[in-house]
C-alpha cells in the first residue's frame, strides 16, 4: 500500500466501522512500531507508556477474577489478538479462543499468532451473538473488553456467553456505557457508521437480571480511562525527517482519535462487570 492510499484509508475513517478498525491498526502500527491491543488506556503511573497503558487496563481487568491459570479462555470481540496473545503469554491459561466479526483483526491476530509461535491460541471469524463454533458448557471464562457497545443484540450476546460457559465458569463484561438517554451530537453523527450500539448502567443491569448469568461484581472506571488518555502526547514520538510527511499524517490521525476519545468520554462511562454461571442445583 503507497502513501496515496494510506492517505484515503485514514480520510475514510469513521464512515465504516470496518474502515475505522482497518486505519486505527495501521495508525497504531506507524506510532509505536509494532500491533498494539485496541482499547483505551489505563492509568497507573506518568511514565506510562501508550502500550504498558493498554496492559494495565487488561491486567485490572484480571485482578478481578479468579485465577485463569489453566484454565479456558473465551475472548468476544478479540480485535487484533495482541490482547489474547498477551493475556496468554503471562497468565498462563490452558487454551484461549478469540473470536472477532472484523475479517481484517482476525488476518492479523493470525499472522500475530504465528509470529508469537504459539499453539494454544486460535483466532475465529464469528459473531458474538451466535457463537457457532463454541460448545456449550465448553469455557471456563469468558472476556469481553471493550466490544459489546458494538453488539447490535447484546442480550442475545449474554444469552451466548450464559450458554457456552461451564456451570460455575466466569464471566468478565468491560463496555463503555452511555450516561445519555439517548445519542446526540458526535455520538450521534459518528455512531450510526460506527456500528455503535450503547446502553445505560441500569439497562444492563435490567437485562443481567433477565439473563442466567449472575454478577457480583461491577466497577466504573471511568476516571483511571480519562487519566489514561490525558498522558497521551507524552506516547507520540518524534516525526522523522525522512518520513517526514508521512509521520505528520499519522500523528494528526492519532491526535484527532484520542481527542474524540477524551471528548466522547464526558458523557459516558466505562464500567466493568464480573459474575458467573450458577451450578445447576438439580
Not at 478481578?64 to 503469554?89: D, P, R, T, W
Not at 500475530?112 to 457463537?131: P, S, T
Request: charged share 25%; glycine share 4%; hydrophobic share 40%.
Amino acid at each position: 500500500m503507497n502513501f496515496l492510499q494510506k492517505l484515503l484509508k485514514l480520510a475514510g475513517t469513521g464512515f465504516t466501522n470496518d474502515q475505522y478498525y482497518e486505519s486505527i491498526n495501521m495508525a497504531l502500527k506507524r506510532v509505536n512500531n509494532e500491533y498494539t491491543m485496541l482499547h483505551y488506556p489505563f492509568y497507573v503511573q506518568e511514565s506510562d507508556s501508550f502500550i504498558q497503558a493498554q496492559k494495565n487496563l487488561t491486567d485490572y481487568c484480571i485482578s478481578k477474577l479468579k485465577s485463569i491459570k489453566n484454565k479456558e479462555i473465551l475472548e468476544i470481540g478479540c480485535g487484533n489478538g495482541i490482547q489474547a496473545l498477551y493475556i496468554n503469554a503471562d497468565y498462563s491459561p490452558l487454551r484461549i479462543t478469540g473470536i472477532d466479526i472484523n475479517k481484517a483483526n482476525i488476518e492479523i491476530a493470525n499472522s500475530e499468532r504465528v509470529h508469537a509461535n504459539v499453539d494454544n491460541v486460535e483466532f475465529l471469524l464469528g459473531d458474538a451473538q451466535n457463537l457457532m463454533q463454541i460448545p456449550s458448557d465448553s469455557i471456563d471464562v469468558v472476556l469481553s473488553i471493550e466490544s459489546a457497545f458494538h453488539f447490535p443484540d447484546k442480550p442475545a450476546f449474554l444469552r451466548e456467553c450464559c450458554r457456552v460457559l461451564k456451570p460455575g465458569g466466569q464471566c468478565l463484561i468491560a463496555d463503555i456505557l452511555s450516561t445519555r438517554k439517548k445519542r446526540e451530537g458526535l455520538m450521534k453523527i459518528w455512531g450510526k457508521p460506527m456500528g455503535h450500539h450503547f446502553w445505560n448502567r441500569k439497562r444492563y443491569e435490567e437485562e443481567f437480571l433477565k439473563s442466567e448469568l449472575v454478577i457480583n461484581y461491577s466497577e466504573d472506571i471511568t476516571n483511571q480511562v480519562k487519566k489514561g488518555w490525558s498522558i497521551y502526547k507524552s506516547w507520540i514520538p518524534k516525526i522523522k525527517k525522512e518520513f517526514f510527511i508521512q509521520n505528520v499524517a499519522f500523528r494528526l490521525f492519532y491526535v484527532i482519535n484520542v481527542r474524540i476519545n477524551i471528548h466522547l468520554l464526558r458523557r459516558q462511562q466505562y464500567l466493568i462487570f464480573v459474575g458467573y454461571k450458577p451450578v445447576s442445583k438439580y
